[in-house]
C-alpha cells in the first residue's frame, strides 16, 4: 500500500483516543487507507471506549492497545497525536505530523458516574470524528 495513504494514531496508552480514532477511520477510510493506532505506555482498550463506538456501530471489543515501538516506520505516511495535558509519544521517521489535542476521557475520579464517564468518551470521540471529516487522504 502507498505510504502516504497510512495513517497512525497516537496518544500514552493506546487505550481510549487512538483506538477510538483508529475505528472512526477505519469505517471512514475503508480499504483505501491502513490505519493503525498505539501508544507511548500501552495498557488496555477502555471498556468505556468500546461502549460509546459500539453506539455509534464500531465494534472495539477485538482491538489491543500497542507499542508505538511495534510500529514499523516505513509502514506510515502521516502520524496523529491525540494528546492534550500529557506528554505525547514520539514517533521517529519522516512522516506527516498533525496534533489533535483531544483531553483524555479516562478518570480515575471515583465520584464520577458511569453516565459521566461516557459523556466524557462520547465528547472525544465526537470530536475526533469531527476532525476526521476534514482530513483529506487521497
Known amino acids: 500500500m502507498d505510504r502516504s495513504k497510512s ?18 477511520a ?3 477510510f475503508g480499504d483505501r487507507v491502513r490505519v493503525q493506532s498505539a501508544g507511548s505506555t500501552p495498557t488496555r482498550v477502555n ?7 459500539r453506539e455509534v456501530g464500531i465494534d472495539l471489543s477485538s482491538h489491543h492497545s500497542k507499542s508505538v515501538a511495534s510500529i514499523e516506520a516505513e509502514t506510515v505516511g ?5 494528546c492534550a495535558e500529557e506528554v505525547c509519544p514520539v514517533f521517529l521517521g519522516h512522516v506527516t505530523r498533525l496534533h489533535w489535542p483531544i ?3 479516562a478518570s480515575n475520579d471515583p465520584s464520577l458516574s458511569h453516565d459521566e464517564l461516557l459523556s466524557r468518551f462520547r465528547t472525544a470521540r465526537d470530536q475526533i470524528a469531527e476532525l476526521l471529516s476534514g482530513l483529506d487522504v487521497r
Open 103 to 105: 483531553a483524555d476521557p
Open 26 to 28: 477505519r469505517q471512514r
Open 47 to 53: 471498556p468505556c471506549a468500546i461502549e460509546v463506538m
Open 78 to 82: 502521516t502520524v496523529i497525536t491525540l
Open 7 to 24: 495513517i497512525l494514531f497516537l496518544c500514552v496508552a493506546n487505550s481510549a483516543r487512538s483506538q477510538m480514532a483508529e475505528g472512526l
